[in-house]
Nanobody, 115 residues
């Protein structure tokens, strides 16, 4: 069974940094594109960043230059390093992939940016 488990969220001041992790299991991790999404209260879930099996990356305009997605295939883990955090980044952050015709999500990890 495909499992995605996020960790690393928390409360941080504006301008601060956090690194989120997503531990994957139940599939051959190195073959698949991974994504990070986020959902703020009352808003739709939105794409933050993606990373391909070859480690090519793409970012939402709102986070470009501040966030960095990476993966460690030996650890079956994808990361999201978030720098220069803003209150507008406050959301639940979700790890995502598509395997065998199905889309999978982790349980989410809360990121709160507040002074």
């Amino acid at each position: 069974q495909v499992q995605l488990v996020e960790s690393g969220g928390g409360l941080v001041q504006p301008g601060g940094s956090l690194r989120l992790s997503c531990a994957a299991s139940g599939f051959i991790f190195s073959r698949y594109l991974m994504g990070w999404y986020r959902q703020a209260p009352g808003k739709q879930r939105e794409l933050v960043a993606t990373i391909t099996s070859g480690s090519s990356t793409n970012y939402a305009h709102s986070v470009k230059g501040r966030f960095a997605i990476s993966r460690d295939n030996a650890k079956n883990t994808v990361y999201l390093r978030m720098n220069s955090l803003k209150p507008e980044d406050t959301a639940v952050y979700y790890c995502n992939t598509a395997v065998g015709g199905n889309v999978y999500w982790g349980q989410g990890t809360q990121v709160t940016v507040s002074s």
